[in-house]
């Protein structure tokens, strides 16, 4: 419940002593202020999805609207959120409420019309959820592209593994625990080792919030790899897009960079992958041979880009050096190693070789 402050000023008459002023309340309304009864404040959209102007928008996006706080969820519907382009075609679609994050989301039945101007409107027939309405229509617009965005990478039972590899893990926490924050796959070898002895997630070496499956009898850690193989025929079999070799210092908008053989970010370089306001929006890196990301090195994320819709398609190893930021699931045919103290958002996957870890920080992708 959103409130506005209100102080009760009373002109208190006393038999003897003339008149008082005495002030009840000063805090907010509601429980918490002491004050019962408070006044509710219109809801605000508080971030939109494309961003407002946007240009070059993924013709497959949700278009989404988060408030800022709890609404109820009868007034988000169809009548309240709509999607119009010139000079007045309305977009079919369906109207969601996303509880958690307090968001109202429009999902187009089709994907929109290519380099097309859409104008998205909430309006005041949405309330919150103690039935304040919006004090006016929120109305943005974004420019869809000139060409069809990629689809995320079909990941299937990855979704749940920071970590996949076909000939075990390797690490050392000489110089802090390493945190694997999900799901551990190791297949056929089931090899696992920190600083020289059997793993011990429970003791954190490494730490291990997820499972670990090592060639474990249900099949999981087999089928993940799998998987793995299919997601990276999937990412590898990608129309070849812009060539694309020493990623340092670059802006780069969603779509597909190739390269026939390595790709590379040096000494304490950067690379920023801008969204351009679609949270939607995809990267894939197609690589023939190896990827090096040299220490110090950081990938930013700007303007709605994801981790989650960042793919790595190494042809051989992923090597990445000590006090790296790294985001995107990579998707190697050999080997992954992380050097010290650095943190990877996304996932170290590896087909034939091993992960090698030292003091790192590996989490899945929000998503």
């Given at each position: 419940?959103?409130?506005?402050?209100?102080?009760?000023?009373?002109?208190?008459?006393?038999?003897?002593?003339?008149?008082?002023?005495?002030?009840?309340?000063?805090?907010?309304?509601?429980?918490?202020?002491?004050?019962?009864?408070?006044?509710?404040?219109?809801?605000?959209?508080?971030?939109?999805?494309?961003?407002?102007?946007?240009?070059?928008?993924?013709?497959?996006?949700?278009?989404?609207?988060?408030?800022?706080?709890?609404?109820?969820?009868?007034?988000?519907?169809?009548?309240?959120?709509?999607?119009?382009?010139?000079?007045?075609?309305?977009?079919?679609?369906?109207?969601?409420?996303?509880?958690?994050?307090?968001?109202?989301?429009?999902?187009?039945?089709?994907?929109?019309?290519?380099s097309?101007?859409?104008?998205a409107?909430?309006?005041?027939?949405?309330?919150?959820?103690?039935?304040?309405?919006?004090?006016?229509?929120?109305?943005?617009?974004?420019?869809?592209?000139?060409?069809?965005?990629?689809?995320?990478?079909?990941?299937?039972?990855?979704?749940?593994?920071?970590?996949?590899?076909?000939?075990?893990?390797?690490?050392?926490?000489?110089?802090?625990?390493?945190?694997?924050?999900?799901d551990?796959?190791?297949?056929?070898t089931?090899?696992?080792?920190?600083?020289?002895?059997?793993?011990?997630?429970?003791?954190?070496?490494?730490?291990?919030?997820?499972?670990?499956?090592?060639?474990?009898?249900?099949?999981?850690?087999?089928?993940?790899?799998?998987?793995?193989?299919?997601?990276?025929?999937?990412?590898?079999?990608?129309?070849?897009?812009?060539?694309?070799?020493?990623?340092?210092?670059?802006?780069?908008?969603?779509?597909?960079?190739?390269?026939?053989?390595?790709?590379?970010?040096?000494?304490?370089?950067?690379?920023?992958l801008?969204?351009?306001?679609?949270?939607?929006?995809?990267?894939?890196?197609?690589?023939?041979?190896?990827?090096?990301?040299?220490?110090?090195?950081?990938?930013?994320?700007?303007?709605?880009?994801k981790?989650?819709?960042?793919?790595?398609?190494?042809g051989s190893?992923?090597?990445?050096?000590?006090?790296?930021?790294?985001?995107?699931?990579?998707?190697?045919?050999?080997?992954?190693?992380?050097?010290?103290?650095?943190?990877?958002?996304?996932?170290?996957?590896?087909?034939?070789?091993?992960?090698?870890?030292?003091?790192d920080?590996?989490?899945?992708?929000?998503?």
């Open positions: 419940m959103r409130t506005i402050q209100r102080t009760l000023v009373v002109l208190l008459l006393t038999a003897g002593c003339g008149s008082q002023l005495v002030e009840f309340g000063g805090g907010q309304g509601g429980p918490d202020g002491g004050v019962d009864g408070g006044v509710g404040a219109p809801p605000r959209v508080i971030a939109r999805n494309p961003l407002d102007n946007a240009k070059g928008t993924c013709s497959n996006t949700k278009v989404t609207a988060t408030f800022d706080g709890p609404m109820d969820p009868l007034t988000i519907v169809g009548a309240n959120f709509t999607l119009t382009s010139p000079p007045a075609v309305t977009v079919n679609g369906t109207v969601t409420y996303d509880a958690a994050n307090h968001a109202a989301v429009f999902t187009p039945t089709a994907n929109l019309a290519l097309t101007l859409f104008t409107t909430i309006t005041t027939g949405v309330k919150s959820d103690d039935g304040v309405a919006l004090a006016a229509n929120d109305v943005w617009t974004f420019t869809t592209g000139a060409a069809a965005c990629q689809l995320p990478v079909n990941l299937r039972s990855l979704v749940s593994f920071v970590a996949v590899a076909g000939a075990g893990l390797t690490n050392s926490n000489s110089a802090g625990v390493t945190v694997l924050g999900g551990v796959g190791l297949s056929p089931a090899t696992c080792t920190s600083d020289g002895s059997p793993c011990n997630p429970a003791a954190g070496a490494p730490k291990i919030t997820g499972t670990l499956y090592a060639n474990d009898p249900a099949g999981k850690a087999a089928a993940a790899k799998a998987d793995l193989v299919s997601a990276y025929n999937d990412a590898a079999g990608r129309p070849p897009g812009t060539v694309a070799a020493d990623l340092s210092g670059m802006v780069l908008a969603p779509g597909v960079y190739t390269s026939g053989s390595t790709m590379m970010i040096a000494v304490n370089g950067t690379l920023v801008d969204g351009q306001g679609d949270s939607n929006a995809v990267w894939i890196f197609q690589l023939g041979s190896a990827l090096t990301v040299n220490n110090g090195a950081k990938v930013f994320l700007v303007n709605g880009a981790a989650a819709n960042v793919f790595w398609a190494i190893s992923s090597t990445l050096g000590g006090g790296v930021s790294f985001k995107g699931t990579i998707l190697a045919q050999s080997s992954n190693s992380v050097g010290t103290a650095s943190a990877v958002e996304g996932r170290l996957l590896c087909t034939t070789g091993q992960i090698t870890l030292l003091s920080t590996i989490t899945l992708p929000a998503p």
